[in-house]
């Protein structure tokens, strides 16, 4: 059953360090690489850097609700809300190579 999600990638999910300023401060954001993909997507649809678009929603989730608790996790959240909203999108072609389908193990014999 897991074998979609045990098999994929393992760069998918290996995490990357980028340092940008938020609002004028120098800061570090640390997610896996497969939500850089996906957030370097939608800055580019936007025709605008990833640091601007970052640094953008940073600014309006401070005007809507203020410090958020746990920007990486908004971020992420971001992510899946942007596929939620694009079906079919390229951001598929990412998608599909994690779970490059494997033929799954046998597990349960019939009696």
């Not at 938020?22 to 996906?38: A, D, K, M, V, Y």
């Not at 899946?80 to 951001?91: A, D, Q, S, V």
Request: hydrophobic residues 35%; negative net charge; proline residues 5%.
């Amino acid at each position: 059953m897991c074998q979609i999600f045990a098999g994929q990638d393992p760069e998918r999910y290996a995490s990357q360090t980028r340092s940008m300023r938020l609002n004028g401060q120098s800061t570090s954001i640390r997610l896996e690489n497969t939500f850089w993909e996906i957030i370097d997507e939608i800055a580019r649809r936007d025709n605008v850097s990833t640091p601007t678009f970052i640094s953008t929603l940073h600014s309006e989730v401070l005007q809507l609700r203020g410090e958020p608790t746990n920007f990486t996790s908004l971020l992420r959240c971001a992510c899946l809300k942007f596929i939620e909203l694009n079906p079919g999108n390229p951001m598929d072609d990412i998608s599909s190579r994690a779970f490059e389908e494997t033929e799954p193990e046998n597990k349960f014999s019939v009696v």
